[in-house]
């Protein structure tokens, strides 16, 4: 019986090294989880898909935005290499590396900080988008070297009540 407690006992202290020592996933997006979630740059729960980014910076820290201005103005902030950008596609198509996305401001400003900056994963889906509302495709170069035209500013923006796809 003593010998059977121990080899159960040794079996968990081994079951458990793998869990503690097992790699850490530092690639890739990572989910979200809608109202659970907060924004790393306003602080509001994540609640609307189709408007979120996460930035993984050069130590595998993942962080998330509820509104891809609020991803942006942190990449302006931080002033600094940040290897793995994504935003979600406003098509409900997961995660775009925000380097590849189709970039569109709508007109009306409706995303969840009042940026009004949504993404595509084709140009295609973005220029049909704009056929059904008004706006303008964006050039991420466009947003970062003028960030003032593009972006509200944090201490301007009202978290907003309406958002529309």
Request: net charge negative; with cysteine; hydrophobic share 40%.
């Amino acid at each position: 019986m003593k010998q059977l407690v121990l080899g159960f006992v040794a079996l968990l202290l081994c079951i458990g090294s793998i869990v503690a020592f097992w790699p850490d996933d530092r690639s890739g997006p990572g989910p979200i989880l809608y109202g659970r979630d907060v924004c790393a740059h306003c602080r509001m729960h994540l609640s609307q898909a189709g408007f979120a980014g996460e930035l993984r910076d050069r130590n595998g820290v993942l962080t998330k935005y509820d509104d891809i201005g609020c991803l942006l103005q942190v990449m302006l902030k931080k002033r600094e290499e940040t290897p793995d950008v994504w935003v979600e596609d406003h098509d409900g198509n997961g995660f775009v590396p925000l380097l590849s996305a189709s970039l569109v401001r709508v007109s009306d400003r409706a995303t969840p900080m009042g940026h009004g900056i949504v993404a595509f994963a084709t140009p295609a889906a973005a220029q049909a988008f704009l056929r059904a509302r008004e706006g303008e495709h964006l050039a991420l170069e466009d947003i970062l070297s003028d960030p003032a035209r593009f972006l509200v500013g944090s201490s301007d923006h009202a978290h907003s009540s309406e958002v529309k796809s």
